[in-house]
């Protein structure tokens, strides 16, 4: 009967063995489990940090620029183009409304003038007086008209 109580003996410590073994292992997972979430966390953190830092450092220099746009030296490139519209483009002008009115240029003087210019004057509004036409185009870090 000794012999029989051993075996039981070492059959419920093999069962505690494997027991214990089991729950080792299942905190060994549980804790890599833990370990790769916590290192995702943490380079995701490093990342969006660091996106966040170019964003802001973006952020810093366009509004330096913009707010002290007078610091900044710069040559402007000026050129004037003289040309003469043509009468029958001319006639078109005339039919044009009273003084100090703003109205879109009749499309075949846009498009002469683009030819000639280089300017996209397509659908731009100008402003009539008795001896001109004042058509404004302002742009991102520049200024230009016709007249």
Do not use: C
């Amino acid at each position: 009967m000794a012999e029989g109580s051993n075996m039981s003996a070492n059959a419920s410590a093999e069962a505690e063995k494997a027991a214990a073994e089991k729950a080792a292992q299942k905190a060994h997972k549980k804790k890599v489990r833990r370990l790769f979430w916590m290192t995702q966390a943490r380079v995701w953190h490093w990342i969006t940090g660091a996106a966040t830092l170019v964003g802001m450092l973006m952020f810093a220099v366009t509004g330096i620029t913009l707010n002290h746009a007078g610091q900044i030296e710069a040559k402007p490139v000026i050129s004037e183009v003289t040309k003469i519209l043509p009468p029958d483009l001319l006639a078109q002008l005339g039919e044009a409304p009273s003084e100090g009115q703003t109205a879109i240029l009749p499309k075949p003087v846009a498009d002469w003038l683009q030819a000639e210019t280089g300017a996209p004057i397509s659908r731009r509004t100008g402003e009539w007086s008795d001896t001109e036409v004042y058509v404004g185009m302002p742009k991102p870090g520049g200024d230009a008209w016709l007249s």
